[in-house]
């Protein structure tokens, strides 16, 4: 994966295809302008997070920047077509006002609760008028199942950027564990969207679709881990999908507990459980 001038040569364009010079962008992303043209130069590297925030601010993935391709083989699986956006190209002003939109509606269902929100809320959050998210949103339905898309590209777009220097797979999975506690802030508001995403999907068909195209992608994530694994020889010749099937469950559960705050439970709690669970179930530690 060309990490170099490829890379630099991309964020340029993205730059320059951008209203405003180099330190618009810069402000854009939160990074200082100095490590920016620093990074440009080939000084020093893109962080993964100043890489998540390129691909967000410009509408394009972590694997574009990385490979020039949104299908390139990667570490991570590629979501399937209907979990991604469906946001059309726009200008950019347009655009921005689209990902606030999505930002503010994704925080206040994480806090309050999906049909505690309306649409009222989220234009008086966003400073804007319920006419405005209607021209970009006809539903509170179509702001749900949208920014549940977005989230499935910022989950891609972080372990493209994470996992891309970790070769071995153990601790791929040790990392793609630590992306997945729900620990304060933006990974336990995505948590708790999940969880109304799970009890709508169980009630609401027509979001049912939606919802496993976007699951379907955590667990390929998962089973080719472990199958990298078991061919470094560093996991256990188990049956993979199997093992994905019992890890995924066991984050699932755990995290619906550490959400509900169960006595005793914790993220730290959390991590220990599924570490024990790799280390035992699937870690090759004698000769087969």
Same mark, same amino acid.
């Given at each position: ?7 630099? &040569? ?12 180099? *330190? &618009? ?45 949104? +299908? !390139? ?10 979990? *991604? ?10 655009? +921005? ?6 930002? /503010? ?15 009222? %809320? ?23 199942? +949208? ?14 950027? &994470?996992? *891309? ?12 564990? &630590?992306?997945?506690?729900? /620990? %304060?802030?933006?990974? *336990? ?21 939606? @919802?496993?195209?976007? @699951?379907?992608?955590? @667990? ?6 472990? #199958? ?20 995924? !469950?066991?984050? %699932? ?17 959390? #991590? +220990? ?14 000769? %087969?």
């Amino acid at each position: 994966m060309d990490e170099t001038g490829g890379l630099r &040569e991309r964020v340029r364009g993205l730059i320059r295809a951008t209203p405003g010079a180099q *330190r &618009e962008f810069a402000a854009a992303i939160g990074l200082d302008q100095t490590k920016l043209s620093k990074a440009l130069a080939g000084v020093r590297r893109f962080s993964p997070h100043e890489l998540v925030r390129i691909a967000e601010h410009s509408g394009v993935t972590v694997n574009w920047l990385l490979s020039g391709s949104d +299908e !390139a083989a990667t570490v991570t699986a590629i979501p399937a077509a209907a979990a *991604r956006s469906t946001l059309p190209d726009a200008d950019p002003d347009t655009t +921005e006002t689209r990902l606030r939109i999505l930002e /503010t509606a994704w925080r206040l269902i994480a806090r309050r609760g999906y049909h505690q929100v309306r649409i009222a %809320d989220i234009a008086e959050a966003c400073k804007t008028s319920t006419a405005t998210i209607h021209h970009h949103f006809p539903t509170k339905a179509a702001v749900l199942n +949208e920014a549940l898309r977005r989230n499935v590209k910022l989950a891609f777009d972080r372990q493209v950027a &994470e996992l *891309r220097s970790v070769p071995d797979a153990h601790q791929r999975l040790l990392r793609l564990v &630590e992306l997945q506690l729900p /620990t %304060d802030g933006l990974l *336990r508001d995505e948590w708790a969207v999940w969880l109304q995403v799970w009890h709508e999907s169980a009630l609401n068909p027509g979001i049912r679709s939606l @919802y496993w195209d976007s @699951y379907d992608r955590w @667990y390929r994530t998962i089973a080719m881990t472990i #199958r990298s694994g078991q061919d470094q020889g560093r996991f256990r010749r188990q049956d993979p999908d199997q093992l994905t099937a019992q890890l995924t !469950a066991l984050i %699932d559960g755990l995290g619906i507990q550490v959400l509900t705050r169960r006595p005793g439970s914790s993220v730290d709690t959390m #991590r +220990e459980h599924l570490h024990q669970f790799i280390e035992h179930t699937i870690l090759q530690t004698t000769v %087969d």
